[in-house]
Nanobody
Framework: QVQLVESGGGLVQAGGSLRLSCAASGRTASIYAMAWFRQAPGKERELVSSIRWNTGHTYYADSVRGRFTISKDNAKNTQSLQMNSLEPDDTAVYYC????????????WGQGTRVTVPS
């Protein structure tokens, strides 16, 4: 199994930046992709960005494209999400997630880290 631990959330003013990190441990060789999801109060969890572990292929939701950048360090088994030009609508709990090789969805989740951007 894979374990995920996020860090880096906090409170930042609109227009500011934050960097979220996620450290993976355990059976990291089984990781196919990693991603960041977020869940705002009263809303469903949504996919923000993802990255294929071997190829580095990335995906971004329309709402964050051009502002957020996902990256990975395979040697350290970490992934990060650089968030720039933050907006109040980015306020949410952000979750790191991993998809296993052969899996069809993200089946491993971190505990979540809160990002607050006051309006």
């Amino acid at each position: 199994q894979v374990q995920l631990v996020e860090s880096g959330g906090g409170l930042v003013q609109a227009g500011g930046s934050l960097r979220l990190s996620c450290a993976a441990s355990g059976r990291t060789a089984s990781i196919y992709a990693m991603a960041w999801f977020r869940q705002a109060p009263g809303k469903e969890r949504e996919l923000v960005s993802s990255i294929r572990w071997n190829t580095g292929h990335t995906y971004y939701a329309d709402s964050v494209r051009g502002r957020f950048t996902i990256s990975k360090d395979n040697a350290k088994n970490t992934q990060s999400l650089q968030m720039n030009s933050l907006e109040p609508d980015d306020t949410a709990v952000y979750y790191c997630a991993a998809q296993s090789i052969g899996g069809t969805n993200y089946n491993t989740w971190g505990q979540g880290t809160r990002v607050t951007v006051p309006s």
